[in-house]
């Protein structure tokens, strides 16, 4: 019984952070739900107004009317199905966190995978994103 006890604290500790501990998850939750709805005003509202988008082989998407237009574009495409893999969150400061983590979006007969890096700031009391950037790892079939 001695063994299970800090078998059982190792696990609590090791447990990823729910929408409960940390409010960038649950930006998150509701990020991944506004892109899975194809909104993307609503996209573009989780954003700073200057934020900037960094999509592989691609130029910069700077500001949020010019984010709100990229997203559009995706989800005219047929971009969807979003998943969402929260590995890291670190908070600098009491304003600045990133955010590491990983994604599978459909696109088409493909699933694309990927890692992005999220610089959130707080606004207020509302955190959003500032910078987003992120690259393809693979892809594979639908």
Avoid at 49 to 58: Q, V, W
Avoid at 62 to 69: D, N, S, Y
Avoid at 95 to 110: F, K, Y
Wanted: no cysteine; charged share 15%; glycine share 10%.
């Amino acid at each position: 019984m001695k063994h299970i006890l800090p078998a059982l604290i190792l696990l609590l500790f090791s447990l990823p952070a729910t929408a409960q501990d940390n409010p960038i998850v649950a930006r998150m939750q509701a990020f991944q739900a506004a892109f899975n709805a194809g909104n993307a005003e609503a996209v573009a509202g989780f954003y700073t107004e200057n934020a900037a988008l960094f999509p592989p082989r691609s130029g910069n998407v700077v500001g949020r009317a010019a984010i709100t237009a990229h997203y559009a574009q995706a989800f005219q495409a047929g971009v969807g199905g979003l998943q969402l893999d929260i590995l890291e969150i670190r908070q600098h400061g009491p304003d600045t966190a990133i955010e590491i983590g990983e994604t599978m979006v459909e696109a088409g007969a493909q699933r694309i995978h990927g890692r992005y890096l999220h610089v959130w700031a707080r606004e207020g009391a509302t955190w959003r994103l500032s910078r987003d950037i992120f690259n393809v790892i693979g892809t594979s079939a639908r």
